[in-house]
Every structure is written in structure tokens, then in C-alpha cells.
């Protein structure tokens, strides 16, 4: 739920897009670019979110950080919706929403991570697959909320007035989610794994020098997920942001097919990810990636080809896209803070995932964009994603696997083929139900 109410803000500028270039840039100025370029201005300040919550995260506790967090995205997101526009205050519109972007983003640098470290380090070993999957189940609700909210504005009040005041509404519902959010973390216990570090006295001592030691000593898995981190985030801001507005502009549908095409994908996205994350405690979380990435390359063109020829086409491809993406979401939470020991988990996860979704998921959009516009050429966002998974498979090359791994302790965590699989899974099964008699 905290994470839904997160990331429903992208999913809400996402759809509003086209309104917040007409009311805060000023006209022939290439609005719709700019929009997709303040996207990218939240993700400037993540790695800087991700540098303080991460080893603040590691030092004081996960659910503290996640309480901050949740508070300080939910206010700007409410705020976005009463802003000045550029007819009224002139620059100092498209100043104050950059301002209140940033908020934002500074704010998902903690939120990501540490709610995935959170999940993550709850779940039973044989099930994080499963469990972490629902992180992702929250992510794509926010997004689909975001949508739903913006389609049946557009249906009840008419284009006409939705262009005048009704894009503001959808910012105003974070409001109310946001305390909803807060209420809900602010009753959940600390992570086991934390306790158990702070009981062995293990945790760090600080969060400068768990920085330290995250930099210094686990370089390499740093890498191997920055490599995985980049195709991930290619795919997922091309597909979930980029997306409504190309339908429209580019594919010209209307706003309402667009959105159409964009909610029934996440629906079926949605549908799909708990199998998914069930099927990684199964057969591993090397084997989903894989899957994905080999999928989305040989698929990614033929199906953009695909979207330009009708409104029933654009769903079919949007949704093949989006179902073959979904092994890698659904498996972020339990592949990403395994890689990491428990006293840098948080850190490691911060810091990595933000700095690179920084540079490759907030430009996803400007660089489509601004390459489409000016060449015409429709179909270079499934060129982007085959690019950006070319470096994921190599990466993965380099990936541990550690489906079923104890995320305890200070080494990091690794599987044995054993630990994993159907029969691992009943092994455990029966472990609990023995001990709950």
C-alpha cells in the first residue's frame, strides 16, 4: 500500500502529461519534451535521496526511513496540485514544479529501497520470490491507479474541463493515500534480520561508514546490479511513462484509447506478477531474468510495429511488451537486496538502483521523445529497450544466484542448487506446519 501510494504520483504526471505542457510551459515551446524532462529532474535528486536514506536506513532501522519517506512524497505530490501555472506567474510555475519533482524524487531514493530491503528481509527464505513480488504488485497499482483516476475524470467532467482544473484532481487523491500509507507503516514491527544485526551488534556504526564500507568492499556486486538496474528501467519508464503520451501524439489515439491501452496492460501486468515471483523461488531468479531480457530484444520491434496500426493492436502489443517485462519486476525484491549482506543491504540497494535509474529511467522518456520528434522514426523506443538489454545479459553472466539463500549475517547471501525448487519448498512447508503444531 505505501508503495502504491509512492508511485501512483508518476503513474498520475505520467497520463496528465499533455495538460501540464499546455498550463506550465509556455506555448511553442516544445511543452510535452519539458514535461517528460521534469520526470527526469525528480530522478536527479534519487541517488542524493538514495546516499542519505540508504545507510540512515542501515543504521536507525528500515521502518523509520519508510515513514519519512511515505510523508514527504504524498505532501509534494498534493502540493503539484495547486501550483500557479505559467499563465499566472510566468517562470516561476515550471520553477516551483521542478522544485517540488525533486522533493519527490529525493524522496523515492529511500522509499524504493528500503521498502524492497523491508520485504525482502521479512519473507521466508523459500517464498521471497512470492512475497517480494507483491512490492512490484503495489508499484504497478499505484501506476494503474494514476490512470484510473485520470480516465474516469475524462469521462465524467469532458475533455474541456479536464484541460481547465480537472488534471489537478488527481493530485489531490495522494493526500488522503499518503496518511493511509503512513498509518499503515507506522504499526509494522522491524525487519527480523535488522533485529537480529542490532542484537549481534552488527549494525553499522554509522551511516558515513557503512557508506564507506559499501563502496570499498562490495564494488562488485554494485556493478553486476547497475548492469541489471539499466535495462530494467529502460523498459519500465519507456513502457509506464513514456507510453500514454506516445500513444497519443505520436500513434494518435485518442485520450482515451491511450489510456485504455495503458490501464488494460498494467491489469494484465498486475495479474501475472505473484505467478511470476512464485516461479523464481521455483526455478530461480537468473532463469526469469533471462527469459525477459531474451524476450523483450526479439520482441520489442515487431510489437512497437505493431501499435501503430490500430487501437486493438495497441493493446495487444503493449500488453505482450508488459507481460514479458514482468519477470524482471516481479523479481526485483527478492533478486536486488539478496546481493547485498544485511548491514549494507539498504545502502547497497539505495544507492546502485537510484544512481542508475537516475541516468537510464528518468531520461527514458526525453530521449524518446526528443529522438522521435526529430527523426520520425516511431519505433526507436523498442530500439532503446533491445539496447538497454544487451547490457542486462551481460550482466547477468555475472549474477549469483540466491533463490532460497538465508539473507542473515554479514557475508553476502548465495544459493546451492538444493536450496530452491519444488522440493525445497515442501521441505519447508512441512517444517512449518510441525512447528505450528
Known sequence: MGNATEWYDYGAYAVVATYIAAHFFPAGSE????????????????????????????????????????????????????????????????????????????STGGEYGGAATFM???????????????????TLGGFALG??????????????????????????????????GLYLRSRLDETPVFQDLEEAGESEESATKGLRDLIVEYWKPILVMAGLVIPLNIANYTLLTYMPGYLETKIHLTGNESLMVILIGEVAMMAVIPFCGSLSDRIGRKKMWWFSMVGLFVMALPMYMLMGQSFGLAIVGFAVLGLLYIPQL?????????????????????????VFTS???GTAAPINEAVVESTGFLEFPAVYVMLGC???????????????????????????????????????DQALDEAGR
Open 330 to 354: 516481479s523479481t526485483i525484491s527478492a533478486t536486488f537486496p539478496a546481493m547485498f549482506p544485511a548491514h549494507v543491504r539498504f545502502a547497497g540497494f539505495a544507492v546502485t538502483y537510484n
Open 31 to 106: 511543452g510535452l519534451f519539458w514535461t517528460y524532462a521534469f520526470l527526469a529532474i525528480s530522478f536527479i535528486a534519487r541517488p542524493f535521496g538514495g546516499f542519505v536514506w540508504g545507510p540512515l536506513g542501515d543504521r536507525l532501522g528500515r521502518k523509520h526511513v519508510l515513514a519519512l519517506t511515505i510523508i514527504l512524497m504524498s505532501a509534494a505530490t498534493f502540493l503539484i496540485g495547486v501550483l500557479p501555472t505559467y499563465e499566472k506567474v510566468g517562470v516561476l510555475a515550471p520553477i516551483l514544479l521542478a522544485l517540488l519533482r525533486m522533493i519527490q524524487g529525493f
Open 390 to 428: 544487451v547490457i542486462g545479459m551481460i550482466a547477468l553472466v555475472f549474477l549469483k544466484e540466491t533463490a532460497g539463500a538465508s539473507l542473515s549475517g554479514t557475508d553476502i547471501p548465495e544459493s546451492e542448487p538444493e536450496d530452491y525448487g519444488l522440493e525445497a519448498m515442501q521441505a519447508e
Open 120 to 138: 525482502a528481509e521479512y519473507a521466508p527464505d523459500k517464498r521471497r520470490g512470492l512475497y517480494g513480488s507483491f512490492l512490484e504488485f503495489g
Open 359 to 361: 541516468i537510464f529511467g
Open 147 to 180: 490512470t484510473v483516476v485520470v480516465l474516469i475524470l475524462q469521462l465524467i467532467i469532458g475533455e474541456d474541463a479536464m484541460a481547465a482544473w480537472g488534471w489537478r484532481v488527481p493530485f489531490f487523491v495522494a493526500g488522503p493515500l499518503g496518511i493511509i
